[in-house]
C-alpha cells in the first residue's frame, strides 16, 4: 500500500508525507487492527459510532502509540454526544442541523471538534453529502459556531470502472477546495482533501488528494 502511494504521489511531483493513510476498520478484527498498528498505521477510521466505541476501549493506547481516530462514515445527530467525545476528526458533515449539534455537545465537552464537510459531488441520490454548490452557503452559516473548525472537504466517487469519471469527481472537489479557500470565509481551512478509497485512491492522489480511506486494500473482506 505505502508504495503504491509513493509511486501515485511521484507521478504528479507530490510527497508521499504529505498524504495520510486511514485505516478503515469496518470489517477487521481487533486482532487485525493491532497488526496494522505495529505496521505503523496511525489513523483508525470508523463508519459507526458504537463499533468505534467499543473497539477504542480494546485499543486506546495500545503500546502506547499515538493512534488517531476518525469518523468517516455518515453521523447520526443522535449519535453527536458520542462522536465528539472519540474522533479526533469527523469526515462526513453535510448539515447546518448536524454542524450545530456538533458544536452544542463539543462546547459541552469545553473542546473544539475538527470536521470536514461532506460533498455529493457525483450527484448520485443514494450518497449523503451537500451539493457542490450549496457548499460556500453551508461554510458561512457554521463558521461562527466556537464548538467545531472546519479542516476541508470530504467525498465518496462514483461506484464505476470509468476513472476518468472518477477522476473528475476527485478534481471537482479540489477545485472546489481551492474556490473556498480563495472567498477567506473565517474559521474555515481546506487543509484536508479526503477522497480515494481502495479502488481509487490513486487516481484520487493525483488530484490532490491527502487524506485516503482504505479498508479492503489493507485488511481484506471478511
Not at 457525483?122 to 454548490?133: L, W
Request: with cysteine.
Amino acid at each position: 500500500m505505502n508504495q503504491k502511494i509513493k509511486e501515485a504521489a511521484k507521478r504528479v511531483n507530490r510527497e508521499p508525507k504529505d498524504i495520510k493513510l486511514v485505516a478503515v476498520t469496518k470489517t477487521a478484527t481487533i486482532e487485525q487492527i493491532k497488526e496494522a498498528i505495529e505496521a505503523g498505521i496511525k489513523i483508525i477510521g470508523e463508519n459507526k459510532v458504537q463499533e468505534a466505541r467499543e473497539k477504542y476501549l480494546l485499543l486506546a493506547n495500545y503500546n502506547n502509540r499515538n493512534i488517531e481516530w476518525h469518523l468517516v462514515g455518515h453521523l447520526q445527530t443522535n449519535k453527536v454526544k458520542y462522536a465528539v467525545e472519540l474522533f479526533d476528526l469527523i469526515h462526513s458533515v453535510d448539515s447546518v442541523k448536524l454542524a450545530e449539534e456538533i458544536d452544542r455537545r463539543s462546547r459541552q465537552f469545553n473542546k473544539i471538534s475538527d470536521i470536514l464537510i461532506e460533498v455529493n459531488v457525483s450527484g448520485e441520490k443514494t450518497k449523503f453529502g451537500v451539493k457542490p454548490e450549496e457548499v460556500e452557503l453551508l461554510l458561512r452559516e457554521i463558521s461562527p459556531f466556537p464548538g467545531i473548525k472546519v479542516r476541508g472537504l470530504m467525498t465518496v466517487a462514483p461506484l464505476t470502472s470509468d476513472k476518468e469519471e472518477v477522476r473528475l469527481c476527485f478534481r471537482r472537489l479540489r477545485e472546489l477546495s481551492e474556490k473556498m479557500v480563495s472567498l477567506s470565509i473565517e474559521n474555515i481551512e481546506m487543509e484536508y482533501l479526503s477522497m480515494g478509497m481502495t479502488d481509487d485512491f490513486e487516481v484520487a492522489i493525483e488530484e490532490g488528494s491527502n487524506l485516503i480511506r482504505i479498508g479492503r486494500g489493507i485488511f481484506g473482506t471478511s
